[in-house]
């Protein structure tokens, strides 16, 4: 069995040591978790981040996160999705995972007729050399925790006060400003069948829950 949770938004800090407690306490029954939520504003610095590319961070709260990756902003309309998994017991590498989130954003953007690529040099997804979602993990005990952050209609203005994922030129965009008017709980209804199916658990059972 899979849950998948709505969560709504969240503050990212208490959901962050949830996700920590979850991945400490699992046992080999617990069932993997899939939770969709967002965030107030927020930056967050991977354990690989360095100071510089934290350029003016102003009123927005900076936290200080063991995913992996440098820095990033989290904030209203950007849907998080964080696949809580068993690894081992699902028979998937870090880099099925990676994949698995990037090929979802892929599909997903290809069906508003957008092209959307990753980047090996970058995990992430790109359209026109603009990123629209990033990928952050930690695995621990075997299991993962952390995601892909998606943007759906997110202000864009906090990018700018940083070097998005350590790249001082990289641009960031939304699906808004691609043309896509979709609902966002459709967005996550498609996100989420297909992180399903390229994780090969489209034949396990849904539970959605708080």
């Not at 996700?19 to 400490?24: A, L, P, V, Y």
């Not at 081992?88 to 989130?101: E, F, P, Q, S």
């Not at 995990?123 to 943007?151: C, E, Q, T, W």
């Not at 498609?190 to 992180?195: A, E, I, S, Y």
Request: hydrophobic share 40%; with cysteine.
């Amino acid at each position: 069995m899979i849950i998948v949770r709505s969560l709504g938004q969240q503050d990212y800090e208490p959901l962050w040591r949830r996700m920590q407690d979850f991945t400490d306490t699992r046992t080999a029954e617990t069932p993997d978790e899939i939770w969709f939520t967002e965030h107030p504003p927020v930056f967050t610095l991977g354990l690989n981040s360095s100071p510089e590319h934290l350029l003016a961070p102003g009123d927005i709260p900076v936290v200080q996160v063991d995913r992996g990756g440098q820095v990033t902003y989290h904030g209203p309309g950007q849907l998080m999705i964080y696949p809580l998994i068993d690894l081992k017991r699902a028979k998937l590498g870090v880099r099925d995972l990676v994949t698995g989130l990037e090929q979802c954003i892929v599909d997903l953007a290809a069906s508003f007729g957008i092209e959307a690529v990753a980047r090996k040099d970058a995990p992430g997804v790109y359209v026109d050399a603009r990123k629209i979602a990033s990928v952050g993990l930690r695995v621990r005990r075997g299991a993962s925790f952390h995601g892909m952050a998606l943007n759906i209609e997110v202000d864009l203005e906090p990018f700018s006060r940083i070097n998005p994922c350590g790249f001082s030129d990289l641009e960031v965009t939304d699906l808004r400003h691609l043309g896509v008017e979709a609902a966002h709980a459709d967005i996550q209804s498609h996100v989420q069948n297909g992180l399903l199916r390229h994780l090969s658990l489209q034949n396990e059972e849904i539970v959605s829950g708080d």
